[in-house]
């Protein structure tokens, strides 16, 4: 079976628009659980702030990432800055766990 996977959202603005209404989360919004207080944010995770102001001083129990397989906006990146991108995204993870935590990173099988 072939795999045709939709265009990115950067790269096709038409699809971009029809999309975003059904988007509950702007890039910088954290959602709160209003139930379990579980947090979603749109977030960079290589940024220390962005995760210090989606933790608010607390230690998490799971942590779940799907990062970009070395490219950002179609460039792709370095090996040497690729390797120091993920290192802040893991360092921040690693920051914010719990002791008796789980971190799941999801990569692509094609990438």
Not at 3 to 11: K, Q, S, T
Not at 33 to 52: F, Q, T, Y
Not at 83 to 91: A, P, Q, S, Y
Request: hydrophobic letters at 40%; charged letters at 25%.
């Amino acid at each position: 079976m072939k795999n045709n996977p939709l265009p990115r959202l950067d790269a096709d603005e038409n699809l971009r628009e029809e999309l975003l209404p059904y988007c509950r989360l702007q890039p910088g919004e954290i959602w709160t659980d209003p139930v379990n207080g579980h947090k979603v944010g749109c977030l960079d995770a290589a940024s220390r702030m962005d995760i210090e102001r989606l933790m608010g001083g607390e230690r998490a129990q799971l942590a779940v990432h799907d990062p970009p397989y070395n490219l950002v906006a179609f460039q792709e990146r370095t090996v040497a800055e690729f390797i120091n991108w993920c290192r802040k995204w893991v360092e921040n993870s690693w920051l914010y766990l719990d002791n008796n935590s789980a971190l799941y990173i999801w990569l692509g099988a094609d990438q």
